[in-house]
Structures are given as structure tokens and as C-alpha cells.
């Protein structure tokens, strides 16, 4: 059946091993893999469709209202999950993450116009809004803003 081979390749022999540690850990990590890639419509990504949307999806595959929302869905639960860890150096890594992703943003497959459908957005529309997105996910991250993503704060004894 279909299956795919990704390749790592680092600049230099300098924290290759913190580097490839970064990529395990946000990247593959908990995947599921002998499961078959669900429909584009999905709600949220996991790590692997993510992987897809970086490499295969980008000279493959245009950017849809569903895959921008499935994208920002894994992010943003990421974030979640990593901000109430409390790690403060996977915080700083997950926080680096998200900024990259807003510099790839621009460089997403836009979707033909859609003939005749009314109400349909605009390609552009949709990448400045998955921009915006990911800039409101990032300043909550950067400010630790716990409320924008619904943790409470522990109270202080």
C-alpha cells in the first residue's frame, strides 16, 4: 500500500542531538501509525498530518477552510497540553514552533478560485485569517495567558 519516507537533514554537527530531540518529541510523537490518514474534513490533526501539511501537502495539496482549522485545532491543543506540563524548556521549544509556523503560512498552496460558489473565501483570505490565527495562539503563548486557553490558574497557598 501507500506509505511514506521522510528524510532529516540538520546544517551542522552542532545540537543535532537537541535538534532531533525537537523533532521527536513535538513532531512524532504519540502517533498512531497503522492507522489510514482520515478525511481532509477532520476536526484536528494529529502529529503525522501536520508532517503532511510541512511537506507532501505543500506541493501537493491546496489549503482549505477545513485543513487551516484542522491545523490551528492541533496546534492550539498542543499548546494546551504543553503550557500545562509546566516544562519551561519544552515551553520555549513548543513557543519557537508556533512562530516558525507563522512564517510558512504565506508559503501554503492556495486553492483555485472557486467558480461560481458564493460566500466561498478567498485564497488569500484564507491564509491571512489562519495568520491571524496563529498570531492570537502565539501572543497568548508569549504573554502565558492560561485564560485564552481555558486552564485555570492553581490557586496559591
Partial sequence: G??????????NKV??????NKFYKFTLDQLIWGIPKEAETKETFNAMDVLDVFTVDMEKSSLTAEKGQAL???YFEKSVEVMKAGHMSEFEIWK???KNVMTVIPH???PPPAAGVDGA???EDLKVKLKSNFTDLFNA???LNKSFFGIEAQPTV
Avoid at 519516507?5 to 546544517?11: C, M, Q, R
Avoid at 545540537?15 to 532531533?20: A, K
Fill in 72 to 74: 490551528y485545532g492541533y
Fill in 96 to 98: 519557537s514552533s508556533v
Fill in 121 to 123: 473565501p478567498a485564497a
Fill in 108 to 110: 501554503l498552496r492556495a
Fill in 141 to 143: 503563548l508569549e504573554n
Fill in 15 to 20: 545540537e543535532v542531538n537537541q535538534l532531533r
Fill in 2 to 11: 501507500e506509505g511514506r519516507i521522510y528524510k532529516i537533514s540538520y546544517d
